[in-house]
């Protein structure tokens, strides 16, 4: 069975650090993309970021730019959360194998990260 499995949200207030991690087992993703969405209360669950196999060319939304850094170790994918905004509150997913509409591939439970004001 595969499985993502997320870890490292919680409550914080506004300006704190948090770091995200996911784990795969049951299969590796080494030669597929990792990233993170998230979904927050009455919006669609949005691409955060992303990074390639090899680790390099990782990708961001606009709105987490200079904020958080993605990176990886073979099939776990880590979120470095920096400077957090209460508007980053959400339920984070971890994703493997998606494709550019964040549909497809392999799923985590979520984590999720409130940040106050």
């Known amino acids: 069975q595969v499985q993502l499995v997320e870890s490292g949200g919680g409550l914080v207030q506004a300006g704190?650090?948090?770091?995200l991690s996911c784990t795969a087992?049951?299969?590796t993703f080494d030669n597929y993309a990792m990233g993170w969405f998230r979904?927050?209360?009455?919006?669609?669950?949005?691409?955060v970021a992303g990074v390639s196999w090899s680790g390099g060319s990782p990708t961001y939304t606009d709105a987490v730019k200079g904020r958080f850094t993605v990176?990886?170790?073979k099939?776990?994918?880590?979120l470095q959360m920096n400077d957090l905004l209460p508007e980053d509150t959400?339920?984070?997913?971890?994703a493997a194998d998606y494709n550019p509409a964040g549909?497809?591939?392999y799923w985590g439970q979520g984590t999720q990260v409130t940040v106050s004001s």
């Open 75 to 78: 099939s776990s994918v880590y």
């Open 90 to 94: 959400a339920i984070y997913y971890c």
């Open 39 to 47: 979904k927050a209360p009455g919006n669609e669950r949005s691409f």
């Open 25 to 27: 087992s049951g299969r």
């Open 16 to 19: 704190a650090s948090l770091r």
């Open 103 to 105: 549909t497809g591939g």
């Open 71 to 73: 990176t990886r170790i």
